[in-house]
């Protein structure tokens, strides 16, 4: 069974609106962390934001908000105000922390292409 | 900071060579991995280690060998390239006891076995 699930293969936003992006995890472990990242076209990794199983509140950084529905078992990544230079692929990321331990393997979604049109 | 370094940015091979694709990291992280990325399956783990002398397998770890010797370097060695092993491969590394703390990526390798 997939660990991590991204079921827009590709999504489309007009400039300056908000947009989300859609995962959802499958994990028995009670403590885990989910990340997002952007691979734009040049190819790095940029890492945008980071949610704790334990963490009470929806994580945010700037434009990126983590809309954690814990018994829904999902992560969505919203961006507000959507710019040209968002377009990029999107990666969904889970750690599971076993033991309480943060040697856990991180594990990737299939990623999101996202196009900002102006 | 340099970060996580990876050499060499591109590379064709032919089936059946060997080579190494070489990866440092100047954060003094203990953690550090191999992952390949191919079209439409995301980044998929290879081989990881949690420090020095300390090395295990990940998801697709067949046809590649790891070694860690020091806590700066993490080699990925093909011992027998192969058409499938046509990847973009990436080193990522992270420090163990902050669970908030993400992965951080080299640029990537983007190898072609013809």
């Known amino acids: 069974a997939q660990k991590i699930t991204q079921t827009q293969p590709g999504m489309f936003v007009q400039e300056k609106e908000a947009v989300t992006l859609d995962c959802t995890y499958d994990t028995s472990d009670p403590s885990y962390g989910l990340f997002w990242y952007k691979q734009p076209s040049s190819g790095e990794m940029i890492f945008l934001i980071y949610?704790?199983?334990?963490?009470?509140q929806n994580a945010t950084e700037g434009r990126y908000s983590l809309n954690f529905q814990k018994a829904r078992k999902s992560a969505n990544l919203v961006i507000s105000a959507s710019q040209l230079g968002d377009s990029a692929m999107y990666f969904c990321?889970?750690?599971?922390?076993?033991?309480?331990?943060?040697?856990?393997?991180?594990?990737f979604g299939q990623g999101t292409i996202l196009t900002v049109h102006p | 900071n340099a970060g996580v370094t990876q050499t060499p940015k591109f590379q064709v091979l032919k089936t059946g060579q060997s080579m190494t694709l070489q990866c440092a990291q100047d954060?003094?992280?203990?953690?550090m991995s191999w992952y390949r990325q191919d079209p439409g399956m995301g980044l998929r783990l290879i081989h990881y280690?949690?420090?020095?002398?300390?090395?295990d397998q990940g998801e697709v770890p067949n046809g590649y060998n790891v070694s860690r010797s020091t806590t700066e370097d993490f080699p990925l060695r093909l011992l027998s390239a192969a058409p499938s092993q046509t990847s973009v491969y990436f080193c990522?590394?992270?420090?163990?006891?902050?669970?908030?703390?993400?992965?951080?990526f080299g640029n990537g390798t983007r190898l072609t076995v013809t």
């Open positions: 990522a590394s992270r420090p163990l006891g902050d669970f908030s703390s993400p992965l951080h």
């Open positions: 280690s949690v420090g020095a002398g300390i090395t």
């Open positions: 954060m003094n992280h203990e953690y």
């Open positions: 990321a889970m750690r599971e922390d076993r033991g309480g331990t943060s040697y856990g393997k991180l594990t």
């Open positions: 949610q704790g199983s334990y963490d009470q």
